[in-house]
């Protein structure tokens, strides 16, 4: 049983050193947009949980957190000649706690943050902001706006690839690449 528990553990750790690093080198290369929620997804939840329904468990790394942390106890519990049957509730216990925790204070308050920041951007083309930092002529500055009351900031550039000087209130135009296109209002 120890060589299952072993197998169990190697393919978590592995799993998750492989999409660390694919990750990473996705990013770099800008490759994924929106194909990760499409892809994480998991079984029951539409697309990521944005349908408005629930959010499913089922997804690849509370799976690859249970499988990984079933192995680890698995194999500490045989190592120290603990009774097979208890280890195998433990190990399951265990790892069902981890990945439930992991799925409860992890990916529910991520997906609720994912689903409410695609929303807001939607609704802030065409709000007005305040330019907090100057936005350099060909270069970025900082715009600040508010949403129910709550104030954010933002790098943002001209359209037009213009100045604009701080203090200025400016129209949002366009939201791209988490970068805010604006024009002032006075245009």
Known sequence: MEHAYIILFLVGVIYTVITFLLGGFFDIIHIGGDLT????????????GSDGGSISPLKPITI????????????????????PIITFIVAFLIGLVISFSIFRFVIVPLS??????AVYQDKLIGMQAVVISKIMENGFGTIGYVVNGTKYNAPAQHV?????????????????????????LDN
């Open 64 to 83: 690859v957190s249970f499988v990984t942390v079933f192995g680890g106890i698995g194999i500490i519990g045989t190592s120290h000649g603990i009774n």
């Open 112 to 117: 609720k943050a994912q689903n409410t920041s």
């Open 160 to 184: 037009s690839k213009k100045s604009v000087e701080q203090g200025e209130k400016v129209l949002i135009y366009l939201i791209k690449d988490k970068i805010f296109y604006v024009e002032p």
């Open 37 to 48: 929620a499409h892809i994480d997804g998991g079984i029951g939840s539409g697309h990521g």
